[in-house]
């Protein structure tokens, strides 16, 4: 995800150049108030189907970013018009712009749909590259719809947005807009159905294979697969099939509500959005894991994101009876007492000390840790956030632990969020007479949950709290994890993989992934905190 130079004016002046022409023998006059007359639109058409929920989620993605999202049909006629604030759906209407009127290149001149449909080709017009003089408050980014079976011209769609101000993201997301545009429409065709039909009976063939095929809309299930899954398995099946990142087969562990463990073997199917599921009973497969981690080796690191169970995995290793010492009582200790008295805890024999938090030690109590932890007479577990600490001033205690554990953001591990809500709503209530509902299962899973298991837990012991008994629905939820689109975008999707991947592959180090970005460490930390990345 490399900056987007958005170049100098004039810098795509062929293109330009060529839609002015056009215009002027078509009789377009440049100080010409556009005159657009309202007709019907087709808002059950196959075209208006598939764009309606991106369009939604695309202008929810930019909140905050003035902006329009129009789509047209191949004859310019716009089908839809998405705007992000007020301001911006009045200059909109000032215009004319507005579902049902036609913007051909050859009424109003050169504009993002109209030049995008007469060339089949993405546009990008700045400001006074329109032709006509109302337009030039706008830079506008306009790509074609081609439809992937028939590849004929679908349509359009257009981003407009205040001259000068225009982000250099935002060519990147007209591009994922039309290619989740266009892959809706490869779904909304009769081939693609019967494709993942034609999966479906073939794999169940096979006597005795448990098969799931999930579509948009399409749940296939034979009955050995209806044997083995509950209805509340249905959400976690579904997040295990359908992870962020590229189609590929992917397999994937997982209990069931019966306490049953299983393989799914998730193989995407060829010119779909399907995936076909191969679910496995795990015969070999571990009911639980015992108290004491007798596996560890010492000393021991564990690191994750808040949230995300650090103490719990470190006092599942160090076993029962483990002394935990906090490095953030040393501001309120004393750094001197606090060190004297874990230096001392080393110093003797006994259980295993947990030092919480390593990631707030100075650089003095570092260094007493990193001489005191070769001789130490107990096992020591270390915890520490993720970040560029752990290469810096913290690099050593990393370095002299014999083992390191790295745990997985819940966000990486959708498929365990539905069985991880019910157990511990389970925990919390206790009486067994309130569920949570597949439908609440599926939103949940959804959800990126920046807070990890702190926050999942969180939110279930307000569910809890919210109801006594029966299902609770997605109308339950509290607002901010009601909504499942968002974390569904292409776009923020896409970008949020790419930053995730790229920090990981630097080993956390921000200046190196900005550098990997070719974007500034500024800018890297802005997008982090929009995507709730930590």
């Not at 579902?99 to 990008?124: A, D, M």
């Not at 307000?462 to 609770?472: C, Q």
């Amino acid at each position: 995800m490399k900056d987007v130079s958005l170049g100098k004016p004039g810098q795509e002046r062929p293109a330009i150049e060529s839609s002015w022409t056009r215009s002027r023998l078509h009789g377009v006059r440049k100080d010409a108030v556009p005159c657009l007359v309202r007709g019907p639109v087709d808002t059950e058409g196959s075209l208006s189907r598939a764009a309606g929920r991106v369009l939604e989620r695309a202008q929810q993605e930019v909140e905050g970013f003035s902006a329009a999202f129009l789509l047209a049909d191949a004859r310019a006629f716009v089908l839809d018009m998405r705007c992000t604030d007020r301001s911006v759906d009045d200059a909109m209407t000032n215009l004319g712009l507005a579902p049902g009127v036609r913007v051909e290149e050859e009424k109003i001149g050169t504009n993002g749909l109209g030049t995008s449909l007469q060339t089949g080709r993405s546009v990008f017009i700045r400001g006074p590259e329109h032709f006509l003089n109302v337009f030039d408050p706008f830079s506008c980014f306009g790509h074609p719809i081609v439809h992937p079976v028939t590849h004929r011209l679908e349509g359009a769609v257009n981003l407009a947005c205040a001259w000068g101000e225009e982000h250099p993201l935002l060519p990147s997301l007209i591009r994922h807009l039309v290619q989740d545009i266009e892959d809706r429409l490869l779904l909304d065709s009769p081939l693609a159905q019967r494709r993942l039909l034609a999966a479906f009976q073939a794999a169940t063939r096979t006597r005795g294979r448990a098969v799931v095929v999930l579509g948009p809309g399409l749940v296939l299930a034979n009955p050995s697969a209806l044997d083995l899954l509950e209805p509340a398995d249905h959400p976690a099946v579904q997040a295990c099939a359908d992870p962020p990142g590229p189609a590929r087969e992917r397999i994937r562990q997982l209990t069931l509500v019966s306490g049953r463990s299983v393989r799914l073997r998730c193989v995407p199917i060829e010119d779909t959005d399907g995936v076909l599921i191969d679910i496995v009973p795990d015969r070999d497969a571990r009911r639980g894991r015992t108290h004491t981690d007798v596996t560890a080796q010492w000393p021991l690191v564990v690191i994750g994101e808040p949230g995300s169970g650090r103490t719990t995995e470190a006092r599942r290793a160090a076993g029962p009876g483990a002394t935990t010492v906090d490095s953030t009582a040393a501001a309120r200790r004393g750094e001197a007492l606090w060190g004297a008295a874990l230096g001392a805890l080393l110093k003797t024999d006994g259980p295993a000390v947990i030092v919480e938090n390593i990631e707030f030690l100075s650089e003095p109590l570092t260094m007493l840790l990193a001489k005191a932890l070769p001789g130490a007479l107990r096992k020591v577990v270390l915890t520490s956030t993720p970040g560029e600490h752990l290469q810096g001033v913290h690099a050593l205690l990393v370095a002299m632990c014999a083992e390191r554990r790295e745990l997985v953001p819940l966000r990486r591990r959708r498929h365990e969020i539905p069985q991880l809500a019910q157990q511990m709503l389970a925990q919390v209530s206790g009486s067994g007479r309130v569920r949570l509902a597949s439908e609440t299962l599926r939103v949940l899973a959804a959800q990126s949950w920046p807070g990890n298991l702190t926050e999942l837990r969180k939110a279930v012991d307000g569910l809890a709290r919210l109801r006594s008994a029966g299902d609770i629905l997605p109308s339950d939820l509290p607002a901010s994890h009601r909504d499942r689109s968002s974390s569904a975008s292409p776009f923020r999707q896409a970008e949020r993989e790419v930053i995730i991947a790229t920090i990981d592959s630097v080993n956390g180090n921000k200046r190196e992934a900005a550098r990997a970005l070719g974007v500034s460490r500024s800018t890297l930390y802005n997008r982090m905190r929009a995507l709730h990345i930590h």
